[in-house]
């Protein structure tokens, strides 16, 4: 029940992210990163509904993937909070490890890890390139909520920066 809760958390977020990364500015890259996570999460809420080598490559991908996240997320508040949350999702991914009753489920665990990681890592290569996509202007007196999604650290400082210039 934890994983389903925590997947769906974690589901809801990165959507509402990409909602909100797109209106300040991040537009592609934010619906990208969201999707991004959305499936991590999607992956959490998975390893509560099954087993065995499916659920294996489920840890790896969802674990490893959110770690890198907080991480890249950190900023400001890095050892606070990014720090100590990466290392509570690695500690579970340990024990998860050292659960997996195979060698073949652990190989899977840590082979969709690195392909989480790869995603990331691939995300911020291309995230340049990615075309601009302008939030509507909006009318004098209004304002909108305009939050950073993903927060402008590296490595998507360029990116963020490339939008607005080419939105105002």
Do not use: H
Not at 81 to 96: D, E, F, K, N, W
Not at 108 to 115: E, K, Q, V
Request: aromatic share 8%; with cysteine.
């Amino acid at each position: 029940m934890i994983w389903v809760l925590f997947g769906a958390s974690i589901v809801v977020t990165s959507l509402a992210g990409a909602i909100v990364g797109v209106q300040a500015f991040n537009g592609w890259l934010a619906i990208i990163y969201g999707a991004l996570g959305a499936s991590m999460g999607l992956a959490a809420i998975l390893c509560g509904l099954v087993s065995g080598p499916r659920r294996a490559v489920l840890v790896g991908w969802c674990l490893v993937g959110l770690a890198a996240r907080a991480v890249l997320e950190g900023d400001a508040y890095l050892w606070f909070v990014s720090l100590p949350i990466a290392l509570i999702l690695l500690t579970a991914l340990v024990v998860s490890l050292s659960r997996s009753s195979t060698w073949s489920e652990r190989t899977s665990t840590l082979a969709a890890g690195m392909a989480s990681l790869l995603a990331l890592a691939l995300l911020a290569v291309v995230a340049p390139a990615l075309p601009t996509i302008c939030p509507p202007r909006q009318p004098p007196g209004k304002s909108v909520v305009s939050i950073s999604y993903p927060p402008d650290v590296f490595p998507w400082q360029s990116v963020e920066l490339k939008s607005i210039t080419a939105c105002l």
